[in-house]
């Protein structure tokens, strides 16, 4: 069974501090990508990886970076968390050549900034 | 730039009526075009997809969606509601060129009435 595996299911953060999601897939998938989810609002990509040490900003970069140092990991990286940064964030991971195809994604991290 | 639209925030609809999703794209190209449905406290799940060939794709659980190209449009339908099929539901468009761009509407949530 494909999986895709976020660290941590909840998290509660201080504003300011420096908080690392993790995300790790099992399928050997070029590209994964970070989205944040809220209300009304969809999901917002905020950056993908098409390769290792490669990375795009999406649509809602400003306060966070990533880090795709192997292939199987991607990590989502708030500098100096906000109150206005409290989401649900998901990773996602997709083939990618011909074999592009729908999303897989992980469960899904609930981020409390307080 | 690539873009999606799910015009419809909310649709109600009673068991056993017929129901249509609508999703507008903008893209260069034709891109890869999907539909995913998220159940109350559940992650993404894939319904269908079209990447080229017959404009009507069939899915999982009953679902169907045409593209209509000449409408940048990628409706979702099923004829026949069942109330299971509460849930949101979010269009994506990949893009087909240079790095796997992927985002997503904003979601419109169904609710059915028994």
């Known amino acids: 069974d494909v999986k895709v595996t976020q660290s941590s299911r909840y998290l509660v953060k201080r504003t300011g501090e420096k908080v690392f999601l993790e995300c790790v897939q099992d399928?050997?998938?070029?590209?994964m990508f970070w989205y944040r989810q809220d209300p009304g609002l969809g999901l917002r990509l905020i950056y993908f990886?098409?390769?290792?040490?490669?990375?795009e900003k999406g649509d809602i970069p400003e306060g966070y970076s990533v880090s795709r140092e192997k292939k199987e990991r991607f990590s989502l990286i708030l500098e100096s968390a906000s109150t206005n940064q409290t989401s649900m964030y998901l990773c996602?991971?997709?083939?990618?050549?011909?074999?592009?195809?729908?999303?897989?994604f992980g469960q899904g991290t609930r981020l409390t900034v307080v | 730039a690539q873009s999606v639209t799910q015009p419809d925030i909310h649709i109600t609809v009673s068991e056993g009526a017929s129901l249509e999703l609508r999703c507008n794209y903008s893209?260069?190209?034709?891109?890869?075009l999907f539909w995913y449905v998220q159940s109350p406290g559940q992650g993404l799940q894939l319904l269908l997809k079209y990447f080229s060939g017959d404009t009507l794709v069939q899915g999982i659980k009953g679902f169907e969606a045409e593209f209509k190209r000449s409408q940048s449009s990628f409706n979702l339908r099923k004829p026949s509601v069942h109330w299971s099929d509460a849930a949101e539901y979010f269009c994506?468009?990949?893009?087909?060129?240079?790095?796997?761009?992927?985002?997503f509407g904003t979601g419109t949530r169904l609710k059915v009435l028994a």
């Open positions: 990886s098409y390769d290792v040490k490669m990375k």
């Open positions: 399928m050997d998938h070029e590209n």
């Open positions: 893209y260069g190209a034709t891109p890869y």
């Open positions: 996602a991971s997709i083939s990618g050549g011909t074999t592009f195809g729908g999303a897989f």
């Open positions: 994506a468009v990949g893009s087909t060129s240079g790095t796997y761009k992927y985002i």
